[in-house]
């Protein structure tokens, strides 16, 4: 499941007779989150965080879309086109494609080449496979392409099928190096603000940091124990407890590590603020469109359980960064 926030900017330029356009639209997914962590943790958002939005914005509880699977992929391209995966053609995260009989990945692309990652198939992306148009398509389709699109996330499926095929770029993070990457499809795969925020090594730092709790332990009490059986412990623990160590982790360990940690969505918000600036977001005529999708939440979910102490934790962060 997916929770999705539509948060627009609007700075009114124009005459009072014209139509006021907002100058930005940050569309927002949070990935695996289920719609009772807005009530489970409500006593202990902060005022500017979850809460804002609930108390600010349209609180919409009725907008299902049925379609199966509901993996990353399929849900993206779903929220983003108000279509199925029967119309869109993104059927799962990967499938066998009926014609070559081939295993597919959904945003597989044999035709582009990777930029600033790993050179095999896996980061040789672009949203091909994807059937229909996104609103973020239509756009800047709408604006003769003056409008700006751009797609970040850990997951590369994730910041492609969003920012649309029409997007001036995506990134997503490679565990093979601790950059986040895109592909030769984009006309600017690897401009030099992204070049900077990948040399300082933020990531690195994150998870030299660890992980413990942002709370007391005893006032988790919509958790469970902080160690039962259905937990998956990192390969190098002994028990999924906090307070959590990885200084001592080797590079590429810390890179896989990043994305099963609440410091991946850190990052991910921090590359979305580096896009702004350095692509000057919501500052020109047209309105821009910034496309995030936080991925850390569905790894930490699949590994630990909605029920755990680290999901809490992990939300109670997450609301201190939408805040910021």
């Known amino acids: 499941m997916l929770l999705v926030a539509m948060t627009v900017f609007t700075a009114c330029t124009r005459k009072s007779a014209d139509v006021e356009r907002p100058k930005i639209v940050i569309g927002l997914v949070v990935d695996q989150m289920r719609w009772d962590y807005l009530y489970r ?15 600010n914005g349209y609180d919409c509880r009725q907008t299902y879309i049925n379609y ?39 945003v597989a692309d044999t035709a582009v080449r990777s930029v600033g990652g790993d050179t095999g198939s896996h980061e040789s992306m672009s949203p091909a496979n994807l059937l229909t148009t996104t609103v973020t398509d239509e756009l800047r389709l709408a604006t003769n392409f003056r409008s700006r699109v751009y797609g970040v996330s850990l997951k590369d499926r994730s910041s492609i099928l969003p920012a649309g095929h029409l997007a001036n770029g995506a990134y ?14 984009y006309k600017n795969p690897n401009p030099a603000w992204l070049q900077a925020f990948n040399a300082r090594r933020d990531g690195d730092r994150l998870v030299k940091e660890g992980w413990s709790l942002l709370y007391d332990a005893s006032t988790y009490s919509q958790s469970t124990a902080d160690s039962t059986g259905y937990e998956g412990p990192f390969k190098w623990e002994k028990a999924p407890v ?33 896009c702004l600036e350095g692509e000057n977001l919501g500052k020109e005529e047209y309105t821009d469109f910034l496309a995030i999708s936080l991925s850390a939440t569905d790894y930490i979910g699949h590994r630990f359980a909605p029920n755990s102490m680290e999901m809490e934790d992990t939300y109670l962060r997450l609301d201190k960064e939408i805040a910021d």
């Not at 509901?70 to 199925?84: D, E, K």
């Not at 997503?172 to 499809?185: L, M, P, R």
């Not at 990885?246 to 603020?273: I, Q």
């Open 41 to 55: 943790y409500y006593d202990r958002y902060s005022n500017n965080g979850f809460k804002r939005l609930l108390r």
């Open 172 to 185: 997503w993070y490679s565990e093979k190096n601790g950059n986040f990457v895109s592909s030769t499809y």
């Open 242 to 274: 906090f307070p959590r160590r990885f200084d001592t982790l080797k590079d590429e360990a810390r890179y896989s590590l990043l994305k099963s940690l609440p410091a991946g969505n850190t990052l991910t918000l921090m590359l979305a603020k580096a």
């Open 68 to 106: 199966l699977p509901s993996y990353t992929a399929p849900g993206h391209a779903c929220i983003y086109t108000g279509s199925v995966p029967a119309i869109h053609g993104i059927a799962g995260n990967e499938w066998i494609d009926n014609i070559s009989g081939r295993h597919t990945y959904c």
